[in-house]
């Protein structure tokens, strides 16, 4: 019987791909330091993985470097899963950028430590948040160094604007997503990554959309409390004000409804509120060098009514991003699911086509270009 494998490879030989222009911009997330070589007959397999991206016409893949997993003995860096990855994408001919995020065990405070959440938690070491920045901004210069001329592209932490990904409870009170809390590790992270790669280029990590407007949600360490989570606007706002300066913004404007459509009593959320307000901003604060980068973008097949519908949500959403000029790629979400309770998946395990999977193919074979880049 053929493998998985085999039938991928045979597959892209069949399949429309994206035209070059867009492929180079058309990255997914499909969390390959995750996986391993299991047996080559189902996507568990990262070269099964591999091929699969390869299949789809993606021209890269976002790269995970996680804190959490290179060093979860402190002082004990173990690169092997990265090492080989990298090794494989570029046997592959497949780009990539990285994340550099969570923190290991060790690296959180006491009370955080059995929280199934520690690793969204700022580091802090011995005690100190400011040394947590320090040993976390290290460790973020040694990934820039190691794969240098590889990966270039590096944006730190990610959906820092929620306080589900960013936790501050060094006293014990959970400040949940503060700007001038993550100032301190970006500026620092940033300035330690162009020491080890002078060409590379430094984002603010992935900002959650929030569906354009700002909201609550509850403390993951307490839950009789609620915190804020700011637009991503409103966030890069208070870096600005702040003095810190980056190279790219990074942006997840995921939305609860399809392109086009008004919700929360406010105006058309895709992309109005969750793309064209970040653009507007940086036009605002005369940012002209500073890029976005759509580091997740995808669509919970749930929320459309039908598979016409989400047909029209991928191809809506993928050209709304794509052709726009300061948008410098695009990261669909995510080539797998790995929480069942989300269906965002492009994939099944066994490599068959998620409705997701079908809107996508159908989007990309009905690429005509953009009519002109906004």
Sequence with gaps: MMSLLAALVSLSLQQPVPADSIKARLYVQGELTWYGRGPATD???RLVRIAAIRRLGFGGTRLPVEWVWVEPVRGQRNWARLDSTVAELKQAGLAAYGVIAYSPRWAVPAGVIHSPHFAAHRPVVDGSSAKGDTVFAGFAAAAARRYRGFID?????NEENHPAFWLNALDGFNRGADVDDYAHLFTLTRDSIRVANPGARVAVGGLASLNGVPLTWHDPLDSTRVLSAPTPQGYVRALVSLGVSFDAIGLHPYTTVPPGRRAFGRGVVFPDLVVDS???L????KLSG?????TEW??????AT?????????RDGLSALLC???????????????NPQEHYGLLRIDGSETTDGIAFRRAMSGWTGCPSLR
């Design 278 to 280: 970040v653009l507007d």
């Design 306 to 314: 039908s598979q016409t519908m989400l047909d029209t949500w991928f």
């Design 43 to 45: 996507l568990s397999n």
């Design 290 to 294: 500073v890029d976005v980068w759509v």
């Design 324 to 338: 726009r000029k300061r948008i410098a790629f695009v990261t669909v979400h995510t080539l797998m699911d790995v």
């Design 153 to 157: 592209r590096w944006e730190i932490w």
């Design 298 to 303: 995808g669509v919970n097949a749930p929320f």
């Design 282 to 285: 940086l036009d605002e604060l």
